[in-house]
C-alpha cells in the first residue's frame, strides 16, 4: 500500500525535504488519524452548522420570533448567509480530507501532486491534508503557475 516515492526524472527535491526520506507506516499512519480526527470534527461543526440554520428558519415562521425592523431583518439574512459560507468552506475541506485520505491508500500521500517532489513532513504536520510542496504552493500564489482545478 505505501510506496516509495520517486521523483520525476530530471526534478531535484524540494530543499525543504531534501534529506526527508519517504514517509514510514507509521508516520503515514499518524498523518491518517490526524487526518480522521480533522474530519470527525469537521463533520460535527457542519451537522451543528446545519441545525442552528434550519432551527433559525424554521422559527422565523412564528410571528412572535419575527424581526420587527428592517435592521434586524438584514442581521438575520446575513447570520444565514454567513451559515452557509462557513458550511460550504468546511464542506470542501472535507472534501480535501477525503482526498488526502484516498492517497494514503493509493499510496501517494505526501507528494506533491503537481511535482510529484516529496511535501515536507513540517508541512504536513501543520496541514494533513496538504496536496502541494511548500515551493509549489508559493509559487501558485505569486501566480508563477496556474492554480490547480480543485
Known amino acids: 500500500m ?4 520517486k521523483e520525476p526524472a530530471g526534478q531535484k527535491p524540494d530543499p525543504s525535504s531534501a534529506n526527508q526520506p519517504p514517509l514510514t507506516s507509521s508516520e503515514v499512519e499518524h498523518f491518517r488519524e490526524m487526518l480522521l480526527a480533522k474530519r470527525k470534527e469537521i463533520a460535527g461543526n457542519v451537522n451543528d452548522i446545519e441545525d442552528e440554520t434550519l432551527r433559525k ?4 415562521g412564528d410571528l412572535s420570533s419575527m424581526p420587527i425592523h428592517m435592521a434586524d431583518l438584514g442581521t438575520d439574512n446575513y447570520e444565514q448567509d454567513f451559515a452557509l ?5 468546511e464542506r470542501k475541506m472535507l472534501q480535501e480530507i477525503n482526498d488526502a485520505l484516498q492517497r494514503i491508500e493509493e499510496g501517494t500521500y505526501g507528494t506533491c501532486q503537481a511535482t510529484g517532489k516529496w511535501i515536507a513532513k513540517m508541512r ?10 511548500m515551493e509549489h ?6 501566480g508563477l503557475v496556474p492554480e490547480e482545478e480543485q
Not at 505505501?2 to 516515492?5: G, P
Not at 428558519?57 to 422565523?60: K, Q, R
Not at 504552493?137 to 505569486?142: A, G, L, P, S
Open 2 to 5: 505505501i510506496q516509495n516515492r
Open 57 to 60: 428558519s424554521h422559527s422565523s
Open 85 to 89: 459560507g462557513l458550511m460550504d468552506s
Open 124 to 133: 504536513l504536520e501543520a496541514k494533513p491534508w496538504a496536496k502541494y510542496s
Open 137 to 142: 504552493t508559493r509559487k501558485m500564489e505569486q
